[in-house]
């Protein structure tokens, strides 16, 4: 099972002028994976890159029905003090999520 598992973790500022080439980056490194056979992709759920990681994983999906995002989080109300657009981002991700742990 490991070897079809990959986590993600990274910061939780990403610069505006970065943030689509990570993105893109992230796309491509996703899409390597699945055709290795990588389909558990697991994220913290945090802000910044772990948003980031987990949407490319939601539309990798579409793509690619076996795959599954595990979101797991530190602590239940992680988002307590975030912005509301955020919180909403979040419920989103947590919404499409196959678990949450």
């Known amino acids: 099972m490991r070897e079809r598992t990959c986590c993600f ?3 939780r500022d990403i610069p505006e002028r970065d943030y689509e080439s990570i ?7 996703v899409e390597q994976l699945i055709g290795k056979g990588v389909i558990y ?3 913290g759920g945090a802000l910044g890159f772990d948003t980031l990681a987990a949407e490319v994983v939601l539309k990798a999906k579409e793509k ?4 599954k995002l595990i979101l797991i989080l530190p602590c239940q109300d992680q988002d307590r003090l975030w912005k509301t657009e955020d919180k909403m ?4 991700i ?3 999520a196959d678990k949450v742990v």
Not at 23 to 29: D, F, G, I, N
């Open 9 to 11: 973790t990274g910061h």
């Open 23 to 29: 993105k893109r980056k992230t796309e491509e490194v």
């Open 41 to 43: 992709f697991g994220a």
């Open 64 to 67: 690619h029905p076996e795959v």
């Open 89 to 92: 981002v979040y419920a989103d």
């Open 94 to 96: 947590k919404g499409k």
